[in-house]
């Protein structure tokens, strides 16, 4: 005797094998092996060892150079103090910059600040406000004196600096 499968069941199997027959057959191909190349290494041989790369430079000074030209603490320690200027402009800066030290001669003063990070701080803020009545502010880099820092700042003024 035989047994009989039923249609269904048939049916059932013959979609299920063709199905995995047809999915096999979808599965992308590998992909291939890349190609082998070698890197070419160079050979050691012997040569002069290279040179460092040139650094850039500045041209030399003509003749004369810069001899002009001074630094503003030279600029002020040449200038000639003039007594009725001075006493006005200092009482200015000093008023803008209490517990500063100033010394004005003619055109320029010298203020200098000393302190810690946050004095010094307060102090250049309010140096700030001299660029009201000066020509010019040039500042010094601060150095450490006597575990303070002391910064200089050379302040022009274009005369005459009246009283207010």
Known sequence: MTARVPAA????????LT?????????????PAPPSVETPRPTPTASAPT???LRPTLPEPAAGGDAGVQSPAEAFAAEPIDRTWNTVAEQRVRAKLPGAK??????????TLAGDDAALARDLDRMNELRELAQSVVLTAPVEQDGRHVLRGYVR????????
């Not at 199905?19 to 992909?31: K, Y």
């Not at 100033?102 to 203020?111: F, I, N, R, S």
């Not at 003024?157 to 207010?164: A, I, N, T, Y």
Request: glycine share 0%; net charge negative.
């Open 9 to 16: 069941t048939l049916v059932a199997m013959v979609v299920t």
């Open 19 to 31: 199905a995995c027959r047809d999915a096999n057959s979808r599965a992308p191909a590998p992909a």
């Open 51 to 53: 040179a460092a790369p």
């Open 102 to 111: 100033v010394a004005c001669h003619q055109t320029l003063c010298e203020v």
């Open 157 to 164: 003024f274009d005369r005459p600096v009246e009283d207010d």
